[in-house]
């Protein structure tokens, strides 16, 4: 018993050695976390790397953007006056070579080349077409009492008037916008104003209500065109930080209409027959297509591009000219 308390039992000297191991192994796997963090601080490196580079590649992207808003441009492309463009130098793509642009800040094809008067002209001639349009759409509301007398039918039934009309309205752009893109926006001006016109003449000389109903749609339908293509117009004419002023004009016309159209209206019918608010209409809708016909020019640069295209090749007998516009329908035709 004394000896084997004397050197301890075999079981105290294990835990002994145990107890000498501990440290070896703590020391072990500090070594290991050392190393652990040393090839973790390269990595976390590395992993900083592509921010920095997206931070530099965006800083960059934006000074190229702010730079191109001094612009040459071919109505799709927008390219700052020091810029390189894709083609145009020696051993470029022939049609990229022969692509039609505008020449800069002198180029008076440009519509933003057009003096600040001439621009402001035109945004004041759409908002009043604009407006000629909305104002209709409320007008007809003073006419109510008269034509339920005339027309023996019931304020339901007058009131559908306003509601084929506005159901023109709404309709109208979903084919005048894409065609504006192809043939141009003057083009839509004078054809969709003209018909406008010309079905506010059956407004005032008919003689039931299906004459009145029907052709409110068709007036409505025609009108449209100053909801939704004007303002491609006045975006065309003006750098975007110039926008704001014409446009805010531009976009306050369709709202004063219904307020100024029930004012008019209702002076009207007080004193005259109902058939006057169209004839009053028909008037102002005279005047206002008188002046973008000889006013109001094309605006939209890929059209007036093909132009500038067309004229080339008959000047130079060079038919590898193109616009972008005509290089695109190409392509649609390929594929």
Known sequence: MAHQSAHGSPADSGLAKGEDHVPKREEVEDERDDEDGGMARPRDAEAQRPDLYLRARSSARSARSAHSHRSYTDGYVHFGPNEDKKGTGEGGDVEETHLVQFDGDTDPDSPRNRTTARKWFIVVILAGSAMCVTCASALYTST?????????????????????????????????????????????????????????????????????????????????????????????????????????????????GPQLGPVIGGFINQFANWRWSFWVLIIWAAVQWTLIFFFVPETYAPVLLRRKAIKLRKETGDDRWIAPIEKMNKCESKG
């Open 144 to 256: 109510y009492l008269q034509l339920e007398r005339d027309f023996h039918i019931s304020r339901e039934v007058a009131t559908l008037g306003l509601t084929t009309f506005v159901c023109g309205l709404g309709l109208g752009p979903m084919f005048l916008s894409p065609l504006s893109e192809f043939y141009g926006r003057r083009i839509i001006y004078l054809v969709a104003f003209g018909m406008y016109l010309i079905w506010l003449i059956p407004c005032a000389v008919a003689q039931n209500a299906a004459t009145m109903l029907v052709v409110r749609f068709f007036d409505g339908l025609a009108g449209s065109a100053f909801l939704s293509v004007a303002g491609g117009t006045v975006g065309d004419m003006f750098p975007r930080e110039k926008l704001s002023g014409p446009m805010m004009i531009y976009t306050a016309s369709p709202f004063v």
